[in-house]
Nanobody
Framework: QAQLVESGGGSVQAGGSLRLSCVAS????????MGWFRQAPGKEREGVAS???????LYADSARGRFTISRDGAKNALYLEMNNLKPEDSAMYYC???????????????????WGQGTQVTVSS
C-alpha cells in the first residue's frame, strides 16, 4: 500500500529556515510527480511546489525564491528547503503524489493524492 510520511516541521522565528522531508513507500516512487501542499487553520489546502520524475519544478508565487523542492530517487525521498520563513508560512505541510511522471501545469489539489499525515510548521514574528 502506498504511503507517504512527512517530517522536519517545527517552530522557528521569522527569517529562519526549515527542511521538510517525505519518505515514500509501497509504489515505484521515481515514476511519479511529487508535490508539497500546505493548509493553515480555516483555509483551504494550497499547492506549494511540485517536481517531476526528471527534476523539473513548479512553484507557487508565495514559495518562489524562498523554497526549493528536490527529490532523491535512491532514498524514495522528497524534500522542501524553506528559507526566509514568514508567519504566513505557518501551516500543516503535506506531501502528495500525482497521477504520472509529468507534473500537471497547476498545483491544484485534485491532481494529487496519497496524502501523508502532515508535519506542522509554525513561524513566529
Amino acid at each position: 500500500q502506498a504511503q507517504l510520511v512527512e517530517s522536519g516541521g517545527g517552530s522557528v522565528q521569522a527569517g529562519g529556515s526549515l527542511r521538510l522531508s517525505c519518505v515514500a513507500s509501497g509504489y515505484t516512487y521515481n515514476t511519479y510527480c511529487m508535490g508539497w501542499f500546505r493548509q493553515a487553520p480555516g483555509k483551504e489546502r494550497e499547492g506549494v511546489a511540485s517536481i517531476d520524475s526528471g527534476g523539473s519544478t513548479l512553484y507557487a508565487d508565495s514559495a518562489r525564491g524562498r523554497f526549493t523542492i528536490s527529490r532523491d530517487g535512491a532514498k524514495n525521498a522528497l524534500y522542501l528547503e524553506m528559507n526566509n520563513l514568514k508567519p504566513e508560512d505557518s501551516a500543516m505541510y503535506y506531501c502528495a503524489r500525482s497521477t504520472g511522471a509529468r507534473c500537471p501545469s497547476s498545483l491544484a489539489e485534485p491532481y494529487f493524492g496519497g496524502w501523508g499525515q502532515g508535519t506542522q510548521v509554525t513561524v513566529s514574528s
